[in-house]
């Protein structure tokens, strides 16, 4: 039976997918000393899982988007599940930490298939809509993010290590069959293209679109901003403030939080007929001073752990509200090859993340938060100036004299 795309069941099977490479991560982190100790190996051994299972994150989304575009999303997302389920299955018997790698980037091989259901929502819909939904996938993203951690420490009290593998395992089976029966195909494929010619020529289209690689810039310093105070929130609360890390892990879940309700406030304000552009720019501006009161604060001594936290709430919030408009402002010039501007934004957004929060790391100065401030200052102000002076005025040029590819690609 096919699940109506305007249904609240398929965006919440779209929110399900794009959860799992999140979970995938977070669920896990609880055990990581206990499957040391099974498999013999130091925490800090098996955290080279977490990596791994990034790492195929980071570059097979690459291969998916152009691949989906050429042959579908469905058959991408079901290979992806599958693999996944089979990654999961072979981790929760992994004998050994090597092999326990090696399961992991199978795991993570296939989790990063579901990079594709932002290009689904493009397929199905445009302008408010497609932000809507977006924001509701968003929302839903970060409610995994939130509740992993705490349903991996439940696991890991149930049974062992394995279980959290095998739950793992169950939940990807189930949206295996959700899509196999409910998911419909949604891209418009162009069989005269060969599969080369779509990888190459879909990424050079994507960096020669001055719309769509403007806004994934814009989306990529917004995403490192928030990487940046992921990498150094955790280095100034529990190394400088002396925080336990359930006290920490308060504040990341609040930051969570916030950034779910930034989404869901995106998403009432497009219901109502609330420009996109407005939205983002009062993201974007808010992520900005935001992140320069705080090193306004940090630099002037007056950076209390309180004053901290709040002011990262405002940034986790105001990353939520532009997300979604970044996402469909990306994708909606080039919907022909969704798959690939989703791929390519989501891998610059990696890339940018893992130099700020390695920057962050860096010069952590071991008694501040002043290199966290100071790097979060550096992305918003990019982020700020990239929308300012190349996405909008880009956008706008396209709006008044639409190009000869846009008009050429729009499909539906």
Known sequence: MRIPPTSFAFTLLLGALAAVPYSGIDINL?????????LGASAS???????AFVLSLAVMPLLYGPASDRFGRK????FGMALFVVGCVASAMAPSLPVLLACRVVQGIGAAATGVTFAIIRDLFDGNAARIRIANV???VNVATMIAPTAGAALLTLGDWRLIYAVQAGIGAILLLAVLTGLSETAQIDPTRGPNATLLLSYFRVLRHPVSFGYALVGAAAGATVLAYVSGASLFFIGVVGLNPGQYGLIFSACSA???????LDGWLGRRGMASDAVLA???RLMLVASVTLLAMTMGGLSSPAVVAWLLIVVAFAFGLSVPNVMNATMQPLPDIAGAVSAAAGSLQLAAGAVSSGLVSRLFDGRSALSMA??????SFLGWGVYVLIARPAGQGSRQMPSVESSDSMVG
Do not use: K
């Open 30 to 38: 609880p055990a990581l000393s206990a499957t040391g100790a099974a």
């Open 45 to 51: 051994d098996v955290g080279l899982t977490m990596s």
């Open 75 to 78: 058959p991408i997302v079901l």
């Open 138 to 140: 968003t929302v839903a």
């Open 258 to 264: 916030a950034v779910m309700c930034g989404a869901l």
């Open 282 to 284: 009062t993201g974007l």
């Open 374 to 379: 100071a790097v979060m200052v550096l992305c």
